[in-house]
């Protein structure tokens, strides 16, 4: 695209510096960016989109198609980012047929999904990470080797956390999507001074179904406390420092209970329901009275009938 997610990340550099009481300019020297774009007009614009920032930045020597012609292939990159376009049908060609990058299995002809998501693994740095975008059924799918290329990914161990999004975030489609989190290395201890525990044969799944509001009648969004609930509770996950799992929300799984669903990898299949508080009415005293109310409004219903019924007939309308 247009380096959009490349901008956000330059913002977070120069607020989190600032917290940090870092200089922004020197940690942005750190930073280098690399990306790929098909369309010569939008390729243009990201260049431009860099310059002006004065990010350092490489998209390749042309525009070109991230599949047929990868304008990095020996890029390995600390951080990955994307939202490709879901489900794409007409990508694939005969060329890419024993392509190096489909280590976890042949991504399906129809569908190019878990194409996007392997090129990706296939360019993170030992000790890299990234976040994709994705349509909802690559959580489940079993369509043309799908499912296969999703149990090798969760075998070898690659995939850290899942967070289930709500309807209705994007302008572009109505697709429900999802974010898969990867790694390369759950075991590591310290990698650019940041703390984490061996999160080996554990993977964190997150409904993010019921956050957010409307920001109209058809565009949903989220709300600052929002994103940082979800990337509080990531962060304290992998730090083992204050997580615990909320029923409704999150989960911490291990291996043997994703073996169980199949590798399916749905957060609500983990998550469960949502604790309801309790009001202190025993149980069988709650039945009992909500029985009654129904049997009360299934009567009034049916006085109700015999009323409009007669109202009718009255007008000289036969029921």
Known sequence: G?????????????????????????????????????????WKLAAMNMAIRGIDFNFGKKNADTFLDDQHPDLRADFVMANPPFNIKDWWSESLADDVRWKYGTPPKGNANFGWMQHMIHHLAPTGSMALLLANGSMSSNTNNEGEIRKRLVEEDLVECMVALPGQLFTNTQIPACIWFLTRDKANGMVRNEKKRDRREELLFIDARNLGFMRDRVLRDFTVDDIAKVADTFHAWQRGEGYEDIAGFCKSASLDEIKKHDFVLTPGRYVGAQEQEDDGEPFAEKMTRLTRQLREQFAESDRLEVEIKRNLEGLGYEC
């Open 2 to 42: 247009s380096g959009g997610f490349f901008v956000s990340s330059d913002k977070f550099i120069e607020e989190h510096a600032s917290e940090q009481h870092y200089n922004a300019s020197d940690q942005k020297k750190h930073i280098s960016v690399y990306g790929q774009e098909s369309n010569p007009t939008t």
